[in-house]
């Protein structure tokens, strides 16, 4: 499969973006679809995962009340929904796939991973 990211731009401190993340190749089958994020000179950190099962949602304490993942396997997307934007939310942002059931916050437990998307926000 193949994962692309897309939705990226640079906006203001405080105005929303809203990415997608869409499957080519053949249906999303894993368990969840997951975002993280990479900042200039810093490492992949997780922002958000949307399970398959029972679309439980998961998200760092960092954007959590700010950001709204969602999943629809019908359209073969996942979009994650950013609302008031900070600086510290520039980063490049990627989607993945993870067939683990646990441990949805840890980049080691994705299999596929799109190119990433960049998000600048300034202030």
């Known amino acids: 499969v193949q994962l692309q990211a897309s939705g990226g731009g640079l906006v203001q401190a405080g105005a929303s973006l809203r990415l997608s993340c869409a499957a080519s190749g053949r249906p999303f089958s894993g368990t969840a679809v997951g975002w993280f994020r990479q900042a200039p000179g810093k490492g992949r950190e997780f922002v958000a995962a949307?399970?398959?099962?029972?679309?439980?949602?998961f998200y760092a304490g960092s954007v959590k009340g700010r950001f709204t993942i969602s999943g629809d396997n019908q359209q073969n997307t996942v979009h994650l929904q950013m609302n008031s934007l900070k600086p510290g939310d520039t980063a490049i942002y990627y989607c993945?796939?993870?067939?683990?059931?646990?441990?949805?916050?840890?980049?080691?437990?994705?299999?596929?991973w799109g190119q990433g998307t960049l998000v600048t926000v300034s202030s």
């Open positions: 993945a796939e993870s067939y683990s059931a646990y441990g949805l916050a840890y980049s080691n437990n994705y299999g596929y």
């Open positions: 949307v399970r398959w099962s029972g679309r439980s949602t």
